[in-house]
Protein backbone atom coordinates (compact mmCIF):
# COMPACT_ATOMS: atom_id res chain seq x y z
CA UNK A 1 0.00 0.00 0.00
CA UNK A 2 1.00 3.26 -0.83
CA UNK A 3 1.84 5.62 2.42
CA UNK A 4 -1.17 8.13 3.37
CA UNK A 5 -0.64 12.11 3.43
CA UNK A 6 0.24 13.36 6.69
CA UNK A 7 -2.35 15.09 6.83
CA UNK A 8 -4.43 11.65 6.68
CA UNK A 9 -2.22 10.18 9.08
CA UNK A 10 -3.44 12.60 11.80
CA UNK A 11 -6.94 11.99 11.23
CA UNK A 12 -6.93 8.35 11.56
CA UNK A 13 -4.46 8.86 14.64
CA UNK A 14 -7.52 11.37 16.37
CA UNK A 15 -10.06 8.43 14.93
CA UNK A 16 -8.89 5.65 16.95
CA UNK A 17 -8.25 8.33 20.09
CA UNK A 18 -11.55 9.30 20.22
CA UNK A 19 -12.45 5.40 20.10
CA UNK A 20 -15.33 5.99 17.73
CA UNK A 21 -16.90 2.42 16.78
CA UNK A 22 -17.32 1.80 13.21
CA UNK A 23 -19.91 1.78 11.50
CA UNK A 24 -20.91 -1.90 10.63
CA UNK A 25 -20.98 -1.82 14.56
CA UNK A 26 -24.00 0.73 15.13
CA UNK A 27 -27.66 0.34 13.83
CA UNK A 28 -28.63 2.61 10.70
CA UNK A 29 -30.09 5.24 12.86
CA UNK A 30 -26.94 5.64 15.26
CA UNK A 31 -24.51 5.50 11.95
CA UNK A 32 -26.45 8.45 10.78
CA UNK A 33 -26.39 10.08 13.81
CA UNK A 34 -22.34 9.72 13.82
CA UNK A 35 -22.12 10.93 9.84
CA UNK A 36 -23.69 13.93 10.34
CA UNK A 37 -22.20 14.64 13.55
CA UNK A 38 -19.22 14.40 12.10
CA UNK A 39 -19.54 17.48 9.47
CA UNK A 40 -18.26 20.51 11.76
CA UNK A 41 -15.22 18.27 12.67
CA UNK A 42 -13.91 17.09 9.28
CA UNK A 43 -15.80 19.73 7.01
CA UNK A 44 -14.65 23.60 6.57
CA UNK A 45 -17.65 26.32 7.31
CA UNK A 46 -20.33 25.87 4.00
CA UNK A 47 -19.09 28.74 1.72
CA UNK A 48 -21.67 31.61 0.49
CA UNK A 49 -23.76 30.88 -2.98
CA UNK A 50 -26.01 33.62 -5.04
CA UNK A 51 -29.24 31.60 -4.17
CA UNK A 52 -29.75 28.79 -2.07
CA UNK A 53 -33.36 26.76 -1.50
CA UNK A 54 -35.27 23.72 -0.47
CA UNK A 55 -37.90 21.83 -3.24
CA UNK A 56 -40.19 19.32 -3.39
CA UNK A 57 -41.35 16.93 -6.30
CA UNK A 58 -43.26 14.20 -6.56
CA UNK A 59 -41.63 10.52 -6.29
CA UNK A 60 -42.09 6.61 -7.40
CA UNK A 61 -43.31 6.72 -3.28
CA UNK A 62 -43.70 10.08 -2.03
CA UNK A 63 -42.19 13.60 -1.98
CA UNK A 64 -38.45 13.50 -3.04
CA UNK A 65 -36.56 16.42 -1.19
CA UNK A 66 -34.59 18.77 -3.27
CA UNK A 67 -31.86 21.41 -2.35
CA UNK A 68 -30.76 23.89 -5.28
CA UNK A 69 -28.25 26.36 -5.41
CA UNK A 70 -26.82 28.54 -7.74
CA UNK A 71 -23.32 29.20 -7.63
CA UNK A 72 -21.96 32.87 -6.09
CA UNK A 73 -21.79 35.56 -8.74
CA UNK A 74 -24.32 34.55 -11.05
CA UNK A 75 -27.38 36.05 -11.94
CA UNK A 76 -30.70 36.01 -10.51
CA UNK A 77 -31.61 35.42 -14.08
CA UNK A 78 -29.15 33.75 -15.69
CA UNK A 79 -30.05 30.56 -17.17
CA UNK A 80 -27.30 27.98 -15.83
CA UNK A 81 -26.00 24.54 -16.61
CA UNK A 82 -27.09 22.19 -14.18
CA UNK A 83 -25.19 19.80 -11.61
CA UNK A 84 -27.45 16.92 -10.67
CA UNK A 85 -25.63 15.55 -7.11
CA UNK A 86 -26.31 12.49 -5.48
CA UNK A 87 -24.79 12.46 -2.04
CA UNK A 88 -23.02 9.27 -0.98
CA UNK A 89 -23.05 7.21 2.61
CA UNK A 90 -23.38 3.61 1.43
CA UNK A 91 -27.33 4.71 0.35
CA UNK A 92 -28.04 4.23 4.15
CA UNK A 93 -26.12 7.84 5.47
CA UNK A 94 -25.48 10.73 3.80
CA UNK A 95 -28.26 13.15 3.56
CA UNK A 96 -28.91 16.76 2.06
CA UNK A 97 -27.31 18.40 5.02
CA UNK A 98 -23.85 16.16 4.92
CA UNK A 99 -23.22 17.48 1.34
CA UNK A 100 -24.46 20.94 1.95
CA UNK A 101 -20.47 22.20 2.21
CA UNK A 102 -19.99 19.97 -1.37
CA UNK A 103 -22.53 21.05 -3.13
CA UNK A 104 -21.78 24.94 -2.57
CA UNK A 105 -18.25 24.34 -3.64
CA UNK A 106 -19.31 22.87 -6.64
CA UNK A 107 -22.20 24.87 -7.35
CA UNK A 108 -19.63 28.35 -7.05
CA UNK A 109 -16.58 26.33 -8.79
CA UNK A 110 -18.29 24.86 -11.56
CA UNK A 111 -20.39 28.68 -11.87
CA UNK A 112 -23.81 26.46 -12.34
CA UNK A 113 -26.55 25.37 -10.83
CA UNK A 114 -26.62 22.34 -8.65
CA UNK A 115 -29.36 19.91 -7.28
CA UNK A 116 -28.83 18.20 -4.59
CA UNK A 117 -31.63 15.22 -4.52
CA UNK A 118 -32.97 13.54 -0.68
CA UNK A 119 -33.20 10.14 -2.28
CA UNK A 120 -34.62 6.88 -0.05
CA UNK A 121 -32.36 5.19 1.89
CA UNK A 122 -31.41 1.51 3.03
CA UNK A 123 -32.39 -0.41 4.76
CA UNK A 124 -35.68 1.28 4.83
CA UNK A 125 -36.25 1.08 0.92
CA UNK A 126 -33.56 -1.10 -0.45
CA UNK A 127 -32.69 -1.20 -4.05
CA UNK A 128 -33.93 0.02 -6.88
CA UNK A 129 -35.55 2.77 -4.54
CA UNK A 130 -32.53 5.23 -4.69
CA UNK A 131 -32.29 4.34 -8.37
CA UNK A 132 -35.47 5.19 -8.86
CA UNK A 133 -35.88 8.21 -6.77
CA UNK A 134 -32.65 9.30 -8.72
CA UNK A 135 -33.69 8.84 -12.11
CA UNK A 136 -37.25 10.87 -11.48
CA UNK A 137 -35.30 13.55 -9.82
CA UNK A 138 -33.33 13.78 -13.22
CA UNK A 139 -36.73 13.29 -14.98
CA UNK A 140 -37.91 16.23 -13.49
CA UNK A 141 -35.20 19.02 -12.83
CA UNK A 142 -35.26 18.79 -17.28
CA UNK A 143 -39.07 18.94 -17.06
CA UNK A 144 -38.41 21.67 -15.09
CA UNK A 145 -35.92 23.63 -16.34
CA UNK A 146 -37.43 26.80 -17.23
CA UNK A 147 -38.75 27.72 -13.42
CA UNK A 148 -35.78 26.48 -12.52
CA UNK A 149 -33.72 28.68 -14.56
CA UNK A 150 -31.61 25.60 -15.96
CA UNK A 151 -30.97 24.89 -19.52
CA UNK A 152 -32.03 21.00 -20.17
CA UNK A 153 -29.39 20.68 -22.60
CA UNK A 154 -26.40 21.43 -20.26
CA UNK A 155 -27.30 18.74 -17.32
CA UNK A 156 -24.80 16.86 -15.91
CA UNK A 157 -25.26 13.79 -13.20
CA UNK A 158 -22.59 13.58 -10.20
CA UNK A 159 -22.05 11.77 -6.84
CA UNK A 160 -19.54 10.53 -4.15
CA UNK A 161 -19.15 7.43 -3.58
CA UNK A 162 -22.70 5.71 -3.41
CA UNK A 163 -24.31 8.66 -4.99
CA UNK A 164 -21.36 7.79 -7.82
CA UNK A 165 -22.79 4.83 -7.96
CA UNK A 166 -26.36 6.31 -9.15
CA UNK A 167 -25.03 9.02 -11.51
CA UNK A 168 -22.70 6.03 -12.95
CA UNK A 169 -26.28 4.16 -13.54
CA UNK A 170 -28.02 7.41 -14.30
CA UNK A 171 -25.40 8.12 -17.48
CA UNK A 172 -26.35 4.57 -18.56
CA UNK A 173 -30.08 5.48 -18.27
CA UNK A 174 -29.52 8.79 -20.34
CA UNK A 175 -27.38 7.37 -22.90
CA UNK A 176 -30.25 4.85 -23.34
CA UNK A 177 -33.13 7.04 -23.99
CA UNK A 178 -35.05 6.34 -20.20
CA UNK A 179 -34.01 9.69 -18.98
CA UNK A 180 -33.11 12.74 -20.78
CA UNK A 181 -29.23 13.22 -22.15
CA UNK A 182 -26.81 13.85 -19.83
CA UNK A 183 -23.43 15.98 -21.09
CA UNK A 184 -20.99 14.75 -18.06
CA UNK A 185 -20.81 12.35 -15.32
CA UNK A 186 -18.97 13.21 -12.19
CA UNK A 187 -17.78 9.99 -10.25
CA UNK A 188 -16.11 10.39 -7.01
CA UNK A 189 -14.86 6.87 -5.25
CA UNK A 190 -17.96 5.61 -6.91
CA UNK A 191 -19.05 1.93 -5.85
CA UNK A 192 -19.82 0.16 -9.64
CA UNK A 193 -19.51 -3.48 -8.49
CA UNK A 194 -21.46 -4.45 -5.76
CA UNK A 195 -19.97 -8.00 -5.88
CA UNK A 196 -16.98 -6.99 -3.55
CA UNK A 197 -15.06 -8.94 -5.71
CA UNK A 198 -11.91 -6.80 -6.39
CA UNK A 199 -8.65 -7.02 -4.85
CA UNK A 200 -8.84 -3.39 -3.03
CA UNK A 201 -11.26 -5.18 -1.00
CA UNK A 202 -8.89 -7.71 0.20
CA UNK A 203 -6.62 -4.67 1.13
CA UNK A 204 -8.00 -1.93 2.46
CA UNK A 205 -9.64 -3.97 5.37
CA UNK A 206 -8.51 -1.75 8.95
CA UNK A 207 -7.09 1.58 9.99
CA UNK A 208 -9.30 4.10 8.13
CA UNK A 209 -12.40 4.95 8.02
CA UNK A 210 -14.36 2.94 5.30
CA UNK A 211 -12.82 -0.38 5.75
CA UNK A 212 -13.96 -3.70 3.64
CA UNK A 213 -15.99 -4.86 6.40
CA UNK A 214 -17.75 -1.43 6.65
CA UNK A 215 -18.31 -1.40 2.35
CA UNK A 216 -20.01 -5.35 3.08
CA UNK A 217 -22.27 -3.66 5.53
CA UNK A 218 -24.25 -0.80 3.54
CA UNK A 219 -24.36 -3.33 0.73
CA UNK A 220 -26.20 -6.05 2.40
CA UNK A 221 -28.15 -3.25 3.97
CA UNK A 222 -29.11 -2.11 0.31
CA UNK A 223 -29.15 -5.40 -1.57
CA UNK A 224 -30.00 -8.07 1.05
CA UNK A 225 -30.21 -10.49 -2.30
CA UNK A 226 -27.17 -11.30 -3.76
CA UNK A 227 -28.23 -11.83 -6.55
CA UNK A 228 -29.17 -8.24 -7.02
CA UNK A 229 -26.25 -7.20 -7.01
CA UNK A 230 -24.81 -8.30 -10.38
CA UNK A 231 -28.16 -6.20 -12.17
CA UNK A 232 -26.20 -3.18 -13.95
CA UNK A 233 -28.20 -1.12 -12.08
CA UNK A 234 -26.57 -1.64 -8.84
CA UNK A 235 -23.25 -2.68 -10.82
CA UNK A 236 -22.82 -0.43 -13.63
CA UNK A 237 -19.16 -1.98 -14.52
CA UNK A 238 -21.49 -5.11 -15.07
CA UNK A 239 -23.76 -3.46 -17.43
CA UNK A 240 -23.31 -4.86 -21.37
CA UNK A 241 -21.67 -2.19 -22.54
CA UNK A 242 -20.93 1.36 -21.64
CA UNK A 243 -20.48 3.16 -24.88
CA UNK A 244 -22.20 6.20 -25.74
CA UNK A 245 -22.29 7.18 -22.03
CA UNK A 246 -21.57 10.88 -21.24
CA UNK A 247 -17.90 12.04 -20.81
CA UNK A 248 -16.52 11.89 -17.06
CA UNK A 249 -14.17 12.34 -14.49
CA UNK A 250 -13.69 9.86 -12.30
CA UNK A 251 -11.69 10.08 -8.65
CA UNK A 252 -10.05 7.18 -7.04
CA UNK A 253 -8.33 6.88 -4.18
CA UNK A 254 -5.70 4.44 -2.96
CA UNK A 255 -7.05 3.65 0.48
CA UNK A 256 -10.11 2.97 -0.35
CA UNK A 257 -11.82 -0.48 -1.28
CA UNK A 258 -13.42 0.84 -3.96
CA UNK A 259 -10.32 2.19 -5.45
CA UNK A 260 -9.91 -0.75 -8.23
CA UNK A 261 -13.36 -0.97 -9.39
CA UNK A 262 -13.60 2.78 -9.72
CA UNK A 263 -10.48 2.69 -12.03
CA UNK A 264 -11.69 -0.47 -13.78
CA UNK A 265 -14.74 1.91 -14.41
CA UNK A 266 -12.82 4.58 -16.11
CA UNK A 267 -10.58 2.25 -17.93
CA UNK A 268 -13.56 0.65 -19.26
CA UNK A 269 -15.14 3.65 -20.09
CA UNK A 270 -12.17 4.90 -21.99
CA UNK A 271 -11.95 1.55 -23.83
CA UNK A 272 -15.08 1.92 -25.38
CA UNK A 273 -14.62 5.12 -26.50
CA UNK A 274 -15.77 7.61 -23.90
CA UNK A 275 -13.76 10.16 -23.43
CA UNK A 276 -12.55 10.59 -19.31
CA UNK A 277 -10.06 11.72 -17.10
CA UNK A 278 -8.89 9.58 -13.84
CA UNK A 279 -7.50 11.37 -10.88
CA UNK A 280 -6.05 8.92 -8.52
CA UNK A 281 -5.25 10.17 -5.11
CA UNK A 282 -2.63 7.78 -4.02
CA UNK A 283 -1.96 8.96 -0.75
CA UNK A 284 -5.75 9.41 0.50
CA UNK A 285 -8.83 7.20 1.89
CA UNK A 286 -11.94 7.35 1.00
CA UNK A 287 -14.18 10.69 1.77
CA UNK A 288 -11.67 12.63 0.94
CA UNK A 289 -13.72 15.37 -0.32
CA UNK A 290 -16.02 16.10 2.73
CA UNK A 291 -12.42 16.12 5.23
CA UNK A 292 -11.23 19.68 4.08
CA UNK A 293 -11.15 21.29 7.52
CA UNK A 294 -8.22 18.26 8.17
CA UNK A 295 -7.30 17.27 5.16
CA UNK A 296 -5.03 20.25 3.45
CA UNK A 297 -4.77 19.08 -0.57
CA UNK A 298 -9.17 18.54 -0.39
CA UNK A 299 -9.40 22.02 -0.78
CA UNK A 300 -6.81 21.72 -4.80
CA UNK A 301 -8.78 18.48 -4.89
CA UNK A 302 -12.31 20.34 -5.06
CA UNK A 303 -11.17 23.35 -6.74
CA UNK A 304 -10.23 20.48 -9.94
CA UNK A 305 -13.32 18.80 -10.25
CA UNK A 306 -14.92 22.05 -10.20
CA UNK A 307 -12.85 23.26 -12.59
CA UNK A 308 -13.22 20.04 -14.81
CA UNK A 309 -17.49 20.38 -13.91
CA UNK A 310 -17.19 23.68 -14.99
CA UNK A 311 -15.47 23.04 -18.72
CA UNK A 312 -17.82 20.62 -19.33
CA UNK A 313 -20.89 22.13 -18.56
CA UNK A 314 -19.86 25.99 -19.98
CA UNK A 315 -17.02 24.77 -22.58
CA UNK A 316 -13.36 25.87 -22.27
CA UNK A 317 -12.71 29.80 -21.72
CA UNK A 318 -11.59 31.64 -24.64
CA UNK A 319 -7.90 32.77 -24.61
CA UNK A 320 -7.22 36.52 -24.49
CA UNK A 321 -5.70 37.63 -28.07
Same mark, same amino acid.
Given at each position: ??? &??????? +?? $????? =???????? %?????????? +???? !?? %???????????????????????? &???????????????? *???? %? #???????? !???? #? $??? *????????? *? *???????????????? =????????????????? =????? $??????????????????? &?? %???? !??? +??????????? @??????????????????????????????? +??????????????? @???AASVAGAPPALVVTAAHDPLCDEGRAYAYRLEREGVRVTALHLGEHTHGVFTMGKVIGPTELYTQFVGSAVREALHGRPKQAA
Open positions: MPA &LHPDAVQ +LL $DLMRA =AGRPPFEE %LTPAEARRAY +LASR !DI %LQPPPPPVAEVRDLAMPGPAGEIR &LRLYRGAGTAAGEVLP *CLLF %L #HGGGWVIG !DLDS #H $DGV *CRRLANDAA *C *CVVAVDYRRAPEHRFP =AGVEDAAASLAWTAAHA =AELRI $DPARIAVGGDSSGGNLAAV &LG %LMSR !DGT +LPRTVFQLLIY @PAVDLTMTSESYERVTAGVPLTARTMRYFIE +LYTPDPQQRTDWRAS @PLR
